[in-house]
């Protein structure tokens, strides 16, 4: 007849265990939440200065903005529709609300900005057009 002995690990073994659980845990609420992706809590800026980029019929297209929020965008060679800019950043760019007076009426236009490196973005207005605009160097 065979017998069927359990084998309990003795207080003192589980000891360590519970000791390095307790340090753990304590080191995990220290450092607080845990993001859940490498991009959290960074928002990217604004792409302040000059910027030029190309239609497919050739045509080029300026986009100023300042550090005060000042903004100025349009076709190359025309008057530019001048405003003022505000920003909502996101992990890659952001969404620039640029605000100007037409005709004695307040405007609101809304372009998505992406950031593809520091001297490239991506400019688009979400229907119409999307664009890669360059820094100018001045």
């Not at 929020?69 to 969404?95: D, E, F, L, M």
Request: aromatic letters at 16%; proline letters at 7%; one cysteine or more.
């Amino acid at each position: 007849m065979r017998t069927t002995v359990d084998v309990q690990p003795s207080r003192a073994s589980r000891m360590p265990f519970r000791l390095v659980a307790a340090v753990a845990v304590l080191f995990l609420f220290a450092m607080g939440p845990v993001p859940t992706s490498y991009g959290q809590g960074y928002e990217a800026p604004p792409p302040i200065g000059s910027w030029r980029g190309q239609f497919p019929d050739n045509s080029n297209f300026d986009f100023y903005l300042q550090a005060d929020g000042t903004c100025a965008y349009g076709a190359t060679g025309y008057p530019p529709n001048v405003g003022a800019a505000s920003w909502k950043a996101t992990s890659q760019g952001g969404i620039l609300n640029f605000m100007y007076y037409n005709a004695g009426f307040e405007t609101h236009l809304y372009f998505s900005v992406i950031w593809l490196d520091r001297n490239t973005i991506t400019f688009s207005d979400g229907q119409t057009y999307k664009i890669k605009m360059y820094r100018v160097r001045q």
